[in-house]
Structure formats: structure tokens, C-alpha cells
């Protein structure tokens, strides 16, 4: 019975890889084939704008934007045997994230998060602030979304214009430039301050099937140094706290996680197993 009742977790792990991946061993495959399918019910495709005009209104700091639609990740081994990543990803936009469907019909917006390890080996973790359209108040790792108007793209049209072998590599690479460039802004350390990320998994939280893939990031700072440069953070506002917590001290805050961050969660502790058997 105890078993019965036992709480399922708030996510699932699409992809592990404990022994962390490169960007030289991570494939994008960016189509069109991988969009979200629009709902033949009119009825649920008009409720979508109906239910973003209604957030707006309530929020005023909310803005719509293009996003990567997370749609199939997989993994294998590469002739180097270490761990080959893929992921096929489509366009889709913020506003659409409200879609109350799910299957094909899901708007899925790749999101993304850091694991920062300090130099005093401690894991940075953030409190959101009540102005932001999801989980205000929770406690969250830094992150946010790889952008494809970073490289350029704003519909499918670029794909037409360019070698899409091209299109892929840009996308791949701001897997791994975007995650250095919300650390940046949302904790305000330099850049320099921070190692090469390493692509540790993606996690989905079951709560409207949102996927994130989750990166392991070395800061030379201590934790006290950090703190005193968050207050001059660009993006502070999404937050009001930074905490510089222990591995314990983390699992104790897992509670108060969105799903995918829970994930991340997770995708970091496999690691930090991985990493005793070497």
C-alpha cells in the first residue's frame, strides 16, 4: 500500500550523461519536421491566445519570443566511446507554451540550467522572484533558453537560406553559449570566472511536459565573491536571493524545485557518482 501511495517524481530524465559531453559531441538536427502540430480543434488552438492575452494582462512583464522546441533527444556511443548526443529540435514561441494539449501538439520550449560549482565547492541556487510567469518563489539554478534569434533564426525561411549543416552547428553552439550568457546576467559574474560547460542531461517536468537541458559549470569565485556580484546582476530582478548551499543542504530545497530543476537535480548527482568511479 505504502508503496501505492509513494509519490511520483515531478520528472523524468530524458537523457544521462553522467560522464559529461562536450560541444564537439553534441549533434543538432534543427527542421521543421520537428514543430509543434497545431490542434485540428479550432476551439484549442483559439484557447491558446486566449490564455496568453489572459497572463499578460495579469503580468505585464511578459514577453512572447521564439524558442527551440525540445522534440526527440538520444544518445550512443562514438567511435572516441565516450557519450554522442543528438537532439532534434524545431521552433515554437513562448506564448504558445500555454497550450493546454499534449503529444505532438505540445509547444515544448527547450529550457536550460547550470549546476555552478563554486571554488569553496559549494552549488549556486536561486530564489525567482514573484514577476516571473512561472514558479515565483521557488528555488531554481540558474538558466533560462537557448535563443535562436541569437544565431539569426526567426522562422523556418533561414533554413532555405543557408547550408543547413551551418544551421546546425550555430544551433549546437548556442546550446553551450547560451547557458554561459544567462549565468552571466542572472548572477553577474564574469565570464571569465567561469570553466568551459559541460552538457550533463536533459529532464522534463511532468507538469506541462517541459524539457531542459542541464550543464555542470566550474566558477573560480568563492561563495562570498558571488554573492557581492549578484547585486549587480543585468537580469537580478528574476530573482531575490542567491544561495551558496552544500550537496545536503541542496536535496533539502528539491521540495521547492520546479520538476525539471529537480531533474537537474538528479542529472548532477549521477555525475558526482560517475566521477567516484574514475
Known amino acids: 500500500m505504502a508503496d501505492a501511495e509513494a509519490k511520483l517524481p515531478d520528472y523524468r530524465l530524458l537523457l544521462c550523461c553522467p560522464s559529461g559531453v562536450s560541444p564537439s559531441q553534441v549533434s543538432v538536427e534543427f527542421s521543421e519536421r520537428y514543430d509543434r502540430i497545431p490542434h ?20 505585464a512583464s511578459l514577453f512572447n519570443g521564439k524558442k527551440f522546441r525540445g522534440h526527440i533527444m538520444h544518445g550512443g556511443a562514438g567511435s572516441d566511446e565516450k557519450s554522442q548526443v543528438c537532439l532534434n529540435l524545431g521552433l515554437t514561441d513562448y506564448r504558445t507554451f500555454n497550450d493546454p ?8 520550449p527547450l529550457g536550460n540550467g547550470a549546476i555552478i560549482e563554486t571554488s569553496d565547492k559549494r552549488i549556486v541556487v536561486l530564489q525567482r522572484s514573484n514577476n516571473v510567469g512561472e514558479f515565483p518563489g521557488h528555488f531554481v539554478f540558474p538558466g533560462g533558453h537557448p535563443e535562436p534569434q541569437e544565431i539569426g533564426i526567426v522562422s523556418h525561411q533561414f533554413d532555405k537560406d543557408m547550408d543547413p549543416e551551418i544551421i546546425n552547428r550555430k544551433v549546437s553552439q548556442e546550446m553551450f553559449d547560451s ?10 559574474v564574469p565570464e571569465a570566472s567561469l570553466s568551459d560547460p559541460v552538457f550533463i542531461g536533459v529532464s522534463r517536468r511532468v507538469l506541462n511536459v517541459r524539457p531542459a537541458a542541464f550543464f555542470f559549470i566550474k566558477c573560480n569565485l568563492d561563495s562570498k565573491e558571488i554573492q557581492q556580484l549578484y547585486f549587480t546582476a543585468q537580469d537580478g530582478y528574476e530573482s531575490t536571493h542567491l544561495y551558496t548551499v552544500s550537496r545536503n543542504d541542496l536535496k533539502d530545497m528539491t521540495s521547492k524545485m520546479p520538476g525539471c530543476h529537480q531533474g537537474g537535480l538528479a542529472l548532477y548527482m549521477l555525475m558526482v557518482e560517475a566521477l567516484k568511479d574514475v
Open 179 to 188: 547557458i554561459i550568457r544567462e549565468v552571466v546576467e542572472e548572477i553577474g
Open 101 to 108: 494539449v499534449r503529444c505532438q501538439h505540445t509547444s515544448s
Open 40 to 59: 485540428p480543434e479550432i476551439s484549442l488552438e483559439n484557447s491558446i491566445s486566449e490564455i496568453w492575452d489572459g497572463r499578460v494582462q495579469q503580468n
